[in-house]
């Protein structure tokens, strides 16, 4: 039935062309357990009690992630509910792999698995409360680089790891080859070695888990089936009320979805969006292997293989290039069951595992795991709570990284249902971070989850682009910047200008998605976008590292028009609309109609939820209710609104939102020579006095209605204007026509990146974020005049103790001059000791240097005197370059340009 052979080399040739629907139907575990060397008894999995009536919280799914939600839920004083259709560990916990890998090329991965490995080493947090050993196999990972690009990947993790205390080493091909005796290390370039690294057993994991749950007054209840979600409608706001099952209703205010590939059948029922994607993955098990033991897991990302140590064999799966979709969800009554496995897909994978371990070839099998894995548009999971309905929050979507993410995620979760924000920045994983035109287009989910999958193991680029689905979401200027040579970046499916490359016309036109090949699809034979992106894919300068430099240089000396008309625009309106906008706001927004001010929406711990500008503009001609005009940036805007509408919801405030993003564009005309391009197109008084800066006027441009804010992204001169869309490509034209005598040029956002990171203009989610303050981030002008009066606002309390008892971290800027850029996630030491980690960096064009923004720590509290007087250095790539530490910007530190006053 298996069609299990003891020759893989017989193996792939006797499955060619199998079939790849048939399933191993299972009702219990203990009818497949024998695939799966970890699985457990059903009666160690088994929880049969009485269904409450009441919950203060229910989480649905008792695998891995919905087991550490009740955990730490019940570390918050809160005994939630567990219900599970079947057994513990039904679905895709029950076969995973359960492999750990310590360190990620970004800080929200790694900081919950390392939530995950305290909770789960020996002596660690559960054994602690439980007794119970997790299944832990502290082996160690080895990943393998096959060339310098892929080294210098490994060399930036390392780097990170001495941030986060994590020990890692790097190996020669023969030192590789002393620790792993069995690799083929022929075509080996180096090997980064991480001791702390190792595999979980899922089922001994979750049997820990569910007792650590229960024994802080969790329940859990197996053998239910979640049949509905009760909701209601109240203040304009779906919200959940109940959990209907098989046994009875359940009341309740909250649901934590953590269903994982059956996750969209849930939320369907709550009419919410779940955007992701079963696949069919899998992996073998070996025969006992000679020399084997203890031997160290593996990662080889270039050849897109594992290999996991099981007991005294391995087992061996990767990331085929052609997967197995379920684009139609995987059977509700789905449990322990498998699929056969098609080795037309898994040939890939087993190639590959063969090259870097050959004796695997001449190894029999134990048994094949197929099961179903779900895949995101992004390969991050889905957390939070969903706009569309409160109290009703997804944990799913974990892209076959289930196990490793649980400990972590599951804190966030019980700490987004209990404090309504996370510890860490989570806005990665965060469900609100699509815009549902994403999440609603079933083609832009699959097309989207499938290149994130065969691109998972590709190496990690700070500007990398997608291919799938490109052209979603465009403004009206989209084919005019095109013809004009504008290579596009995506954000939430919109496309906004990244720079403007010497080449032209259509030379920049994204293709229909080819699939990389997959599913009888040819590759594109010349994509030239495709060139583009290709010239970015590198740890050194890009080929138009130049392009870049004249377009930030012209914003310097002349004038750059940029089109940021992706951003989010939202308009308040009601009786309580000024009330709404002093509470989520940390600044003063009191300087009446014609006034703009630029602030940030904080949570309860005065962590930053988003940047923006808030505008009071003319009353509403219907009611004469105040409103207020909100710009915020497009990458999050619809997290944003989510959050303004949270606010309003749960004050009780009187206060309509309404979203006119797609409405209105955005042109940023910034230079020395804006105010004169500007005084020869509109009639408007634009000097200092007439027109100060952080306000707004309406005024006409090229016979349409524009309303121009004095502001900058970029510290110069400048305005914004807000146009009506249809309105947008005219007056585009008529600010080009009257910029042309005067230098003007079509600019992006790695301009903006350049421009904005050597004023010290901060971005959202890299230099402020929802575990960072305005006071860690340098920014207590924002607060300070709002803090001395009374009105409250949300994070205020948070802020005020905060500045009686100091600050732990302060984000500074570093100035270095390197031969190669920075790229985010290097080590700052101080005097020789790590004190943080470059959060974002670009290349100052004006100050001739990298320009990093990181956040130093100290485990009492920051002085300015400790801040100035040591020594720092930055580590990049395992280079060691000295640092110019400020706190103050490096660019026009005196912010005369953004008055007009040039030398």
């Given at each position: 039935?298996?069609y299990?052979?003891?020759?893989?080399?017989?193996?792939?040739t006797?499955?060619?062309?199998?079939?790849?629907?048939?399933?191993?139907?299972?009702?219990?575990?203990?009818?497949?357990?024998?695939?799966?060397?970890?699985?457990?008894?059903?009666?160690?999995?088994?929880h049969?009690?009485?269904?409450?009536?009441?919950?203060?919280?229910?989480?649905?799914?008792?695998?891995?992630?919905?087991?550490?939600?009740?955990?730490?839920?019940?570390?918050?004083?809160?005994?939630?509910?567990?219900?599970?259709?079947?057994q513990?560990?039904?679905?895709?916990?029950?076969?995973?792999?359960?492999?750990?890998?310590?360190?990620?090329?970004?800080?929200?991965?790694?900081?919950?698995?390392?939530?995950?490995?305290?909770?789960?080493?020996?002596?660690?947090?559960?054994?602690?409360?439980?007794?119970?050993?997790?299944?832990?196999?502290?082996?160690?990972?080895?990943?393998?680089?096959?060339?310098?690009?892929?080294?210098?990947?490994?060399?930036?993790?390392?780097t990170?790891?001495?941030?986060?205390?994590?020990?890692?080493?790097?190996?020669?091909?023969?030192?590789?080859?002393?620790?792993?005796?069995?690799?083929?290390?022929?075509?080996?370039?180096?090997?980064?070695?991480?001791?702390?690294?190792?595999?979980?057993?899922?089922?001994?994991?979750?049997?820990?888990?569910?007792?650590?749950?229960?024994?802080l007054?969790?329940?859990?209840?197996?053998?239910?089936?979640?049949?509905?979600?009760?909701?209601?409608?109240?203040?304009?706001?779906?919200?959940?009320?109940?959990?209907?099952?098989?046994?009875g209703?359940?009341?309740?205010e909250?649901?934590?979805?953590?269903?994982?590939?059956w996750?969209?059948?849930?939320?369907?029922m709550?009419?919410?969006?779940?955007?992701?994607?079963?696949?069919?993955?899998?992996?073998?098990?070996?025969?006992?292997?000679?020399?084997?033991?203890?031997?160290?897991?593996?990662?080889?990302?270039?050849?897109?293989?594992?290999?996991?140590?099981?007991?005294?064999g391995?087992?061996?799966?990767?990331?085929?290039?052609?997967?197995?979709?379920?684009?139609?969800?995987?059977?509700?009554?789905?449990?322990?069951?498998?699929?056969?496995?098609?080795?037309?897909?898994?040939?890939?994978?087993?190639?590959?595992?063969?090259?870097?371990?050959?004796?695997?070839e001449?190894?029999?099998?134990?048994?094949?795991?197929?099961?179903?894995?779900?895949?995101?548009?992004?390969?991050?999971?889905?957390l939070?709570?969903?706009?569309?309905?409160?109290?009703?929050?997804?944990?799913?979507?974990?892209?076959?990284?289930?196990?490793?993410?649980?400990?972590?995620?599951?804190?966030?979760?019980?700490?987004?249902?209990?404090?309504?924000?996370?510890?860490?920045?989570?806005?990665?994983?965060?469900?609100?971070?699509?815009h549902?035109?994403?999440?609603?287009?079933?083609?832009?989910?699959?097309?989207?989850?499938?290149?994130?999958?065969?691109?998972?193991y590709?190496?990690?680029?700070?500007?990398?682009?997608?291919?799938?689905m490109?052209?979603?979401?465009?403004?009206?200027?989209?084919?005019?910047?095109?013809?004009?040579?504008?290579?596009?970046?995506?954000?939430q499916?919109?496309?906004?200008?990244?720079?403007?490359?010497?080449?032209?016309?259509?030379?920049?036109?994204?293709?229909?998605y080819?699939?990389?090949?997959?599913?009888?699809?040819?590759?594109?034979?010349?994509?030239?976008?495709r060139?583009?992106?290709?010239?970015?894919?590198?740890?050194g300068?890009?080929?138009?590292?130049?392009?870049?430099?004249?377009?930030?240089?012209?914003?310097?000396?002349?004038?750059?028009?940029?089109?940021?008309?992706?951003?989010?625009?939202?308009?308040?309106?009601?009786?309580?609309?000024?009330?709404?906008?002093?509470?989520?706001?940390?600044?003063?927004?009191?300087k009446?109609?014609?006034?703009?001010?630029?602030?940030?929406?904080?949570?309860?711990?005065?962590?930053?939820?988003?940047?923006?500008?808030?505008?009071?503009?003319?009353?509403?001609?219907?009611?004469?209710?105040?409103?207020?005009?909100?710009?915020?940036?497009?990458?999050?805007?619809?997290?944003?609104?989510?959050?303004?509408?949270?606010?309003?919801?749960?004050?009780?405030?009187?206060?309509?939102?309404?979203?006119?993003?797609?409405?209105?564009?955005?042109?940023?005309?910034?230079?020395?020579?804006?105010?004169?391009?500007?005084?020869?197109?509109?009639?408007?008084?634009?000097?200092?006095e007439?027109?100060?800066?952080?306000?707004?006027?309406?005024?006409t441009?090229?016979?349409?209605?524009?309303?121009?804010?004095?502001?900058?992204?970029?510290?110069?001169?400048?305005?914004?204007?807000?146009?009506?869309?249809?309105?947008l490509?005219?007056?585009?034209?008529?600010?080009?026509?009257?910029?042309?005598?005067?230098?003007?040029?079509?600019?992006?956002?790695?301009?903006?990146?350049?421009?904005?990171?050597?004023?010290?203009?901060?971005?959202?989610?890299?230099?402020?974020?929802?575990?960072?303050?305005?006071?860690?981030?340098?920014?207590?002008?924002?607060?300070?005049?709002?803090?001395?009066?009374?009105?409250?606002?949300?994070?205020?309390?948070?802020?005020?103790?905060?500045?009686?008892?100091?600050?732990?971290?302060?984000?500074?800027?570093?100035?270095?001059?390197?031969?190669?850029?920075?790229?985010?996630?290097?080590?700052?030491?101080?005097?020789?000791?790590?004190?943080?980690?470059?959060s974002?960096?670009?290349?100052?064009?004006?100050?001739?240097?990298?320009?990093?923004?990181?956040?130093?720590?100290?485990?009492?509290?920051?002085?300015?005197?400790?801040?100035?007087?040591?020594?720092?250095?930055?580590e990049?790539?395992?280079?060691?370059?000295?640092?110019?530490?400020?706190?103050?910007?490096?660019?026009?530190?005196?912010?005369?340009?953004?008055?007009?006053?040039?030398?």
């Amino acid at each position: 039935h298996y069609y299990i052979t003891n020759n893989l080399r017989m193996l792939r040739t006797l499955h060619k062309g199998l079939s790849q629907q048939p399933i191993r139907q299972a009702r219990y575990l203990s009818e497949v357990a024998a695939d799966v060397p970890h699985s457990k008894d059903k009666t160690e999995l088994s929880h049969a009690s009485d269904l409450p009536t009441h919950a203060e919280v229910v989480v649905i799914g008792g695998g891995s992630i919905g087991n550490s939600t009740l955990y730490h839920l019940g570390k918050k004083g809160v005994k939630g509910l567990l219900l599970e259709k079947d057994q513990l560990t039904a679905g895709t916990t029950w076969h995973s792999a359960g492999l750990i890998w310590s360190l990620r090329p970004n800080d929200t991965d790694s900081n919950v698995i390392g939530h995950t490995l305290d909770l789960v080493r020996s002596g660690g947090e559960i054994e602690q409360l439980t007794g119970m050993d997790c299944g832990f196999n502290n082996n160690g990972g080895i990943f393998v680089a096959n060339n310098k690009e892929r080294f210098d990947e490994y060399r930036r993790l390392k780097t990170f790891g001495k941030y986060l205390d994590v020990d890692t080493y790097v190996l020669s091909p023969s030192e590789t080859k002393d620790l792993y005796p069995l690799m083929n290390v022929d075509d080996v370039y180096a090997t980064l070695y991480s001791p702390a690294d190792g595999c979980l057993d899922p089922s001994t994991y979750v049997s820990a888990l569910s007792r650590a749950g229960t024994m802080l007054g969790g329940q859990i209840v197996t053998e239910t089936t979640v049949t509905g979600i009760e909701t209601e409608t109240t203040r304009g706001r779906k919200r959940v009320t109940g959990v209907q099952t098989n046994k009875g209703l359940i009341k309740t205010e909250k649901v934590i979805n953590c269903t994982g590939a059956w996750g969209p059948y849930i939320s369907e029922m709550a009419g919410v969006d779940c955007p992701l994607v079963p696949f069919r993955h899998a992996y073998v098990v070996t025969e006992d292997i000679e020399g084997i033991e203890n031997m160290p897991n593996v990662r080889d990302h270039d050849l897109s293989a594992y290999l996991r140590l099981q007991g005294n064999g391995l087992s061996v799966g990767g990331y085929e290039p052609h997967p197995d979709l379920l684009p139609d969800g995987v059977a509700k009554d789905f449990a322990f069951g498998l699929y056969e496995l098609d080795w037309d897909t898994f040939g890939f994978n087993i190639e590959a595992c063969i090259k870097r371990v050959p004796i695997i070839e001449y190894t029999g099998l134990k048994s094949t795991v197929c099961g179903p894995e779900s895949f995101t548009p992004d390969h991050k999971p889905l957390l939070g709570e969903s706009l569309d309905c409160r109290g009703f929050y997804q944990g799913c979507g974990f892209n076959s990284s289930g196990i490793m993410l649980a400990g972590g995620c599951g804190r966030e979760l019980a700490n987004m249902a209990v404090e309504g924000t996370t510890s860490i920045d989570m806005f990665g994983y965060d469900v609100n971070r699509y815009h549902p035109d994403c999440t609603k287009n079933k083609a832009w989910v699959l097309a989207r989850s499938h290149e994130a999958y065969v691109k998972n193991y590709a190496m990690v680029f700070i500007h990398d682009e997608n291919l799938a689905m490109r052209d979603m979401r465009t403004d009206v200027l989209h084919e005019t910047l095109l013809s004009r040579g504008c290579v596009y970046q995506q954000r939430q499916g919109h496309e906004r200008p990244g720079y403007f490359a010497v080449h032209k016309d259509s030379v920049n036109e994204k293709l229909d998605y080819d699939w990389y090949g997959s599913y009888g699809n040819e590759v594109h034979p010349e994509y030239p976008y495709r060139d583009r992106l290709g010239e970015e894919y590198t740890f050194g300068y890009p080929q138009h590292f130049d392009v870049i430099g004249a377009e930030s240089h012209a914003c310097r000396e002349r004038a750059a028009l940029f089109n940021m008309s992706y951003f989010g625009k939202f308009f308040l309106t009601g009786p309580d609309a000024q009330a709404v906008v002093d509470y989520l706001c940390c600044s003063n927004i009191n300087k009446g109609p014609g006034g703009t001010v630029y602030t940030n929406m904080l949570n309860k711990n005065g962590g930053s939820e988003s940047d923006l500008t808030v505008s009071h503009i003319e009353p509403c001609p219907e009611t004469g209710h105040d409103r207020f005009y909100v710009a915020c940036g497009g990458g999050s805007s619809y997290r944003d609104m989510g959050h303004i509408l949270n606010v309003i919801d749960d004050k009780k405030f009187d206060c309509s939102v309404a979203d006119h993003s797609s409405d209105y564009g955005m042109l940023s005309l910034q230079g020395p020579k804006s105010r004169a391009i500007l005084e020869s197109i509109c009639d408007n008084d634009l000097s200092n006095e007439a027109f100060p800066f952080s306000s707004h006027q309406l005024t006409t441009i090229g016979g349409h209605e524009v309303r121009l804010m004095r502001l900058t992204f970029v510290g110069e001169l400048g305005w914004e204007l807000h146009i009506p869309s249809d309105a947008l490509v005219d007056v585009y034209n008529t600010v080009m026509a009257a910029g042309e005598p005067h230098g003007i040029v079509d600019s992006g956002y790695r301009a903006i990146d350049s421009l904005s990171s050597e004023k010290g203009y901060k971005h959202w989610h890299e230099d402020v974020r929802p575990d960072t303050t305005p006071l860690e981030a340098g920014m207590a002008w924002l607060v300070n005049s709002k803090l001395k009066t009374k009105v409250d606002f949300l994070g205020r309390d948070a802020l005020l103790a905060q500045k009686k008892s100091g600050i732990k971290k302060r984000l500074v800027c570093l100035k270095v001059e390197s031969p190669v850029p920075l790229v985010t996630l290097e080590a700052i030491s101080r005097d020789g000791d790590v004190v943080g980690w470059v959060s974002r960096t670009a290349y100052g064009y004006s100050v001739g240097c990298n320009v990093a923004w990181g956040y130093i720590e100290h485990p009492e509290k920051i002085k300015l005197d400790w801040v100035k007087s040591g020594k720092y250095q930055v580590e990049c790539m395992g280079e060691v370059y000295d640092a110019e530490v400020s706190l103050a910007a490096p660019f026009d530190p005196k912010n005369l340009r953004v008055k007009g006053i040039y030398e």
